[in-house]
């Protein structure tokens, strides 16, 4: 699978749009007009936003695939973990303190022809049968403590399937991995 690596550096620029984005959309109710000029910001990568409260989940939504350079999709993606996970209520302002901004970077997809392909804690996986499809990131089944069978089993669930669709020929698997970084990761300067 190919993958880049993003800088120090460029980590965190794009946790500054994420941040950014996410106080100016609390406040404001629309995203902030940002320039970035960084050729690897500008690639087209799929990417997810996970917002944290006080160590819960808040939020979280992203895209496999990106249209728009990387940057861009940080902010779009903060915006929909703020505000259109179905799962939470909006962010408010009373929030914004506490939140803590998690950022996945997805290589691309590769379809497995065996699941013994999946390594828990390097690949998420995107399960899709009919109409239905569902992705878990790398770091989910290593927080669980899940093994692979489990990891499978949970993505079939959250693809609303049976929880072990993913054995039937109809299904298709697919791996990914993901330069997985927050703040605290980072170190505050």
Known sequence: M??????????????EVSKRTLVEAVYNRKAPKIHIADESLNQKWGAFVTLHLD????????NITAQTPLWKTIRNMTIEAAFH????PAVDASELSRI????????????????SEIE???HGILIKRGPNQGLLLPQVAAEYGWDRIKFLEETCCKAGLAKD???????????FSAQVFSEKDLGAE
């Open 2 to 15: 190919q993958d880049f690596k993003l800088t120090k550096r460029e980590k965190k620029t794009l946790l």
């Open 55 to 62: 160590g819960s989940l808040r939020g979280c939504i992203g």
């Open 85 to 88: 996970d179905p799962r939470f």
């Open 120 to 122: 828990v804690g390097k």
């Open 100 to 115: 803590e901004i998690e950022i996945s970077v997805l290589s691309p997809l590769k379809q497995v022809k065996d699941i």
């Open 165 to 175: 669709s993913y054995k039937g020929q109809d299904c298709r698997i697919f791996i």
